[in-house]
């Protein structure tokens, strides 16, 4: 077992939520409600696990273990009941086009409305529910019906969640707890801004070097001072072994010229189509020629490259093309991760791959696999909703915040920021404050954002439309169409738009860093197994998350120390005693730390002092036991970092896996429990202080034994509980383990049962 180790725990994937209207629906981090059944041997938990801001919005995420889907719901504030930006069902993250009401406070008994996750009605109100902690009135009865089945929730507002189903199937609210925990607010402070640049240079074969360098003359002297190049791989090598490299060779020549910082993208993808040479077209991207030729074709272009271009990326809007080819997500990974081996073989460059951003919201499935292996984000934004109709213009304040938090620690390059004028949905006047946010708030993430080239300088000529058409598959939408050629700044005959002013503006700031600023991550406390914003206990183990916490990188070379990489924790109890947390591990964006034995309970301020005076905190609420269970993904999420031991009836024992790892990824092993006892080991934090509040673990949503609960013994703070699995669970597959206390419930685990 590894769990303590002289290694970081991984932070939880991001997962927006939002803050609902009060007193409808009582939506604050740490807030939780379980609801069982009749013999109180199944149960369904919903609580708010994070809070964050994105933009103007305030998203919080209310999760739902014990369902048949894994649901998150991301909430945000509204005054008409529970709104929801997006959804997170079995690990994919989706953002909405616009937010929904999800469970409307002024609805009509009767009355239906849509919603992304299904149909919704109200079909009872002023409802009267029995439960085992009380007696509600004036509750509401929602019902949805998602796929042929239907979900009903009863609502009491103010309270929250009193009822899950109806008759013998229902659920009845059997606690509800409340353990706020308060991030530290972080102060922008000014940074140097990222360059900004636009695509000047018309994509014609008969466009002559004089054309280009006069184009991009043109939108340098109006400010542009990045550049972005791109090419198809098919372009770059019509025939096997025969390199036409001139137009991109100019084009990168003039970048130096201009001393403009650069982007430059092999199309292997392009959009809905695969870009590849015609030859190899047909073949597998893994196939061991493909691999062989993109490295000789990376190896010619080394000697063209100059020092401005920075970023190279391998794929163009390659998330796209995944989407309507899943089949060949693996295969394209494979020969990614061979060309950017390759590239940093050749220099010092950042490697990627194109992603539509536009994409990314509503599935990040996709992206996930392939931001994995890229050292930076790079993102086509278009603001597009459904048939390449234009979103709100001011959809860019969320998007430009998203694309920052979901980059963790990478940079990220904004490869096309573009907004139509003649599509649907949209015109100059929109399409001008979508530029005044989208500019606006990149410059509130100049740490992350570390370079935007807006597409385009003018108007595209028709022909050239349906020339790109053609590239991208998309030659029968016309709305495409017309999207595509109306994204100018200026119109064909160089009129400018009011967006052109927006622009221009904007880049005159850039250049002498007006208005940038870098928003350090508030300081985040998290229970460290977990990684909820919820309460910790006494000897337990918490994550901390933020920004300059440390001044230097370092692992604990043994048991926790009371200094670590420069930096020391105090906790300051409720009752005004401060004792000193011993650290595992410190990073600048993270601390791996043991809360105190000893901490009295309520609320407790956390501060972290570095050896150069500065110091941050942050308030948590400490309870005698907030329970956690580590997974071996170090997620808060998926499979139980766990070990099993099967019993046969005759006494004989053997080890049973419960996860496998690879590629950095770790999944559900199946465990039969059709002979015999499968003793489930779980490696938890903050169990230890229980006391004589019951303690409770269900897995698939049914009681099972527990045979011990307490300190592993080998590990500072870490928590042992061994559970036998039910037998009545076989056949279930994946599962989730939950852990309660005092009716506080766990994040939930998941275990594969075969």
Avoid at 84 to 101: F, K, L, R, W
Avoid at 234 to 239: F, H, I
Wanted: charged share 15%; with cysteine.
């Amino acid at each position: 077992m590894r769990l303590l180790t002289a290694r970081p725990f991984i932070a939880i994937a991001f997962a927006p939520s939002l803050l609902v209207c009060q007193p409808f629906l009582p939506i604050e981090a740490g807030n939780q409600w379980t609801l069982a059944d009749a013999t109180v041997t199944s149960q369904i938990v919903l609580a708010v696990t994070d809070a964050r801001a994105v933009g103007p919005l305030n998203v919080r995420s209310l999760s739902m273990q014990g369902l048949r889907d894994d649901l998150t719901l991301l909430a945000i504030e509204g005054e008409s009941g529970l709104v929801i930006e997006g959804q997170v069902v079995n690990g994919v993250t989706a953002h909405y086009d616009s937010p929904v009401t999800f469970f409307r406070a002024d609805a009509r008994e009767g009355e239906i409305w849509a919603t992304p996750l299904g149909f919704m009605a109200l079909r009872g109100a002023n409802r009267t529910v029995t439960t085992r902690v009380g007696v509600f009135s004036n509750c509401l009865r929602y019902v949805l019906t998602r796929d042929g089945t239907s979900y009903a929730w009863t609502v009491k507002p103010g309270i929250g969640f009193v009822q899950f189903e109806d008759g013998t199937n229902s659920y009845l609210l059997t606690a509800r707890s409340s353990t706020p925990n308060f991030d530290q607010t972080s102060q922008r402070r000014d940074s140097k801004c990222p360059p900004l640049g636009i695509a000047s240079i018309p994509n014609l074969p008969s466009t002559t070097t004089n054309q280009r360098e006069a184009a991009l003359n043109d939108a340098v002297r109006s400010g542009s001072r990045f550049l972005n190049v791109n090419a198809t791989w098919a372009e770059l090598e019509p025939a096997p072994g025969v390199y036409a490299f001139d137009r991109v060779r100019d084009e990168m020549a003039l970048g130096q010229k201009f001393g403009l910082p650069t982007v430059f993208t092999v199309k292997i993808t392009n959009t809905n189509v695969r870009d590849l040479p015609a030859d190899i077209y047909a073949l597998a991207f893994d196939n061991p020629t493909v691999i062989s030729r993109l490295d000789r074709l990376l190896t010619a272009l080394r000697p063209i490259i100059p020092p401005q271009v920075k970023w190279i990326n391998l794929g163009y809007e390659a998330d796209v093309y995944l989407f309507a080819n899943p089949q060949e997500v693996a295969p394209l990974q494979t020969l990614l991760r061979s060309g950017f081996k390759k590239l940093k073989s050749l220099g010092d460059f950042s490697v990627g791959a194109v992603q539509s951003f536009d994409t990314f919201r509503h599935s990040d499935l996709i992206f996930k696999t392939l931001a994995a292996d890229g050292d930076h984000l790079a993102f086509n934004y278009y603001a597009l909703g459904q048939d390449f109709a234009q979103r709100a213009p001011e959809v860019a304040l969320v998007d430009i915040p998203l694309m920052g938090q979901i980059a963790g620690k990478k940079p990220v390059v904004i490869t096309e920021l573009g907004y139509s004028s003649g599509g649907a949905n949209t015109n100059v006047e929109r399409q001008q404050q979508f530029f005044n946010n989208a500019l606006g708030a990149i410059s509130l993430e100049a740490g992350v954002i570390a370079g935007v080239s807006v597409w385009a300088l003018r108007d595209l000529p028709w022909f050239l439309v349906v020339d790109i058409a053609n590239q991208q598959g998309l030659t029968s939408s016309f709305r495409f169409a017309s999207f595509l050629a109306s994204l100018g700044l200026q119109d064909q005959g160089g009129g400018a738009k009011p967006a052109w002013a927006s622009f221009t503006a904007a880049t005159a700031g850039y250049q002498v860093n007006q208005g940038c600023k870098v928003t350090p991550s508030p300081l985040r406390i998290r229970n460290a197994a977990a990684l909820q914003a919820s309460g910790v206990a006494p000897d337990s183990w918490i994550s901390l998350f933020g920004s300059e916490l440390a001044t230097t990188t370092a692992s604990a070379q043994g048991p926790p120390a009371e200094s670590l990489g420069g930096s020391r924790i105090a906790v300051i109890d409720s009752a005004g005693r401060t004792r000193a947390a011993l650290l595992s591990y410190a990073s600048a964006d993270q601390i791996n730390a043991v809360v105190p034995a000893g901490t009295a309970s309520g609320q407790a301020r956390v501060q972290v002092s570095r050896s150069d005076g500065v110091t941050q905190s942050a308030t948590v609420n400490i309870a005698a036991a907030a329970p956690g269970i580590f997974t071996a993904n170090s997620s808060g999420t998926g499979v139980v970092s766990a070990l099993a031991l099967a019993i046969a009836p005759n006494g004989t024992r053997r080890s049973v896996d419960v996860f496998s790892c690879a590629s950095g990824s770790c999944a559900p092993v199946p465990i039969d429990v059709s002979a015999g006892t499968v003793v489930l080991s779980l490696y938890c934090t903050g169990v230890r202080g229980a006391g004589s509040a019951p303690l409770k673990v269900t897995i698939g949503g049914q009681n099972a034994d527990v045979l011990y609960a307490g300190i592993q013994g080998q590990y500072a703070a870490l928590d042992q509980i061994n559970v036998v699995i039910p037998r009545s669970l076989q056949g279930r597959g994946l599962v989730d383990v939950v852990v309660s206390v005092g009716g506080t419930a766990s994040n939930g685990g998941k275990i594969q049962i075969r």
